[in-house]
């Protein structure tokens, strides 16, 4: 550690030259504190300390990329050398949100990853105001928008779930459901599947709409295949019961 220019070997020779001249009989004239400083004295027992700011802790302290850090040779020599905060190697690198990450040994920052700390969500490719769910991607048709895994695992155990009922007339609600084709307005690609907004009419609870948003974001379209899963079990018992009426009537 260093005071002023001073390294510690250069203040432990400072203070040991005092000491053999008041042994030796020659008084100390003054001791005067510098900036950073208090205490002194004339004679006897002279002490200096380091005035420190804020808690012990350094909470309290306001620290800007400008401030001026010393630092001592690693060799103790009497040589000091100063630095701003800014040149310090754990400083942050790119834009705000940006998620830091390791390279080569100091900070980088992943431009198309961003944190929104006011809600927590992390987003891939869009801006950190634009991350309104855990993980948002963007709406896009190439690879950037899409996701791709080996499973898609969905919490559904019995333990997280109450009032159990089943659907019913699965059949009279897909009805009511239209199937599309149509071209994204982004690039034109082709695609088929559901209008949200309609889908919301019948199925509210699988459609995200923004509250206040005069259209809907997105919806869910896996809470679609228990709906097939009835209409189709629904449909095999009325193709049992025909073919019993029909067996009964080849018997007459």
């Known amino acids: 550690?260093?005071?002023?220019?001073?390294?510690?070997?250069?203040?432990?020779?400072?203070?040991?030259?005092?000491?053999?001249?008041?042994?030796?009989?020659?008084?100390?004239?003054?001791?005067?504190?510098?900036?950073?400083?208090?205490?002194?004295?004339?004679?006897?027992?002279?002490?200096?300390?380091?005035?420190?700011?804020?808690?012990?802790?350094?909470?309290?302290?306001?620290?800007?990329?400008?401030?001026?850090v010393l630092l001592a040779d690693v060799d103790d020599s009497n040589a000091v050398r100063k630095i701003t905060v800014a040149q310090l190697p754990f400083t942050v690198a790119g834009s705000d949100t940006q998620i830091q990450y390791n390279n080569g040994g100091a900070f980088g920052a992943a431009s198309g990853l961003v944190y929104n700390d006011s809600s927590g969500y992390v987003g891939i490719g869009v801006s950190a105001a634009n991350a309104t769910h855990a993980l948002t991607l963007p709406n896009s048709a190439t690879n950037a928008g899409k996701i791709q895994a080996s499973a898609y695992n969905t919490y559904s155990s019995i333990q997280y779930k109450e009032n159990i009922k089943p659907i019913t007339e699965p059949i009279q609600l897909l009805s009511k459901l239209d199937g599309v084709t149509f071209k994204w307005k982004r690039d034109q690609s082709p695609d088929f599947g559901f209008i949200a907004e309609e889908v919301a009419k019948h199925l509210p609870e699988i459609v995200n709409w923004p509250k206040g948003a005069p259209y809907a974001q997105s919806m869910d379209y896996s809470k679609i295949v228990p709906l097939l899963v009835e209409s189709i079990k629904s449909q095999q018992k009325q193709i049992d019961n025909l073919q019993v009426e029909i067996a009964l009537l080849k018997k007459v």
């Open 1 to 68: 550690m260093a005071i002023g220019k001073y390294s510690r070997a250069k203040l432990e020779a400072i203070i040991r030259n005092v000491s053999d001249a008041e042994d030796a009989g020659g008084p100390l004239s003054g001791v005067t504190a510098g900036n950073g400083l208090t205490g002194g004295g004339n004679s006897g027992n002279v002490s200096l300390a380091i005035d420190i700011a804020g808690a012990s802790d350094g909470s309290g302290v306001t620290v800007t990329t400008s401030d001026l």
